[in-house]
């Protein structure tokens, strides 16, 4: 992904950690909470099996479309 894409969907994966705070349930691996950023980045990875910044650029609009479905159906 471009610098430029790749900054974009940072900033969005940012906005939908900031959603998700305190949304998530809890989990016996996380006493103190779950952390909503590492969670949709984490979600992101394993989708398209690379790092958003790895995901080629004609897959940009699916990423988002795939962040935007995480923040409404939180696990």
């Given at each position: 992904?471009?610098?430029e894409n790749a900054s974009k969907l940072w900033k969005?994966?940012?906005?939908?950690?900031d959603y998700?705070?305190?949304?998530?349930?809890?989990?016996?691996?996380?006493p103190k909470g779950r952390n909503p950023y590492a969670h949709v980045a984490l979600c992101v990875k394993e989708k398209f099996n690379a790092t958003y910044k790895n995901i080629p650029d004609e897959k940009l609009d699916e990423?988002?479309?795939?962040?935007?479905f995480l923040k409404h159906h939180p696990n």
């Open positions: 992904m471009n610098k969005i994966i940012q906005e939908a950690g998700l705070k305190g949304q998530l349930p809890d989990h016996p691996n996380h990423v988002i479309n795939f962040i935007e």
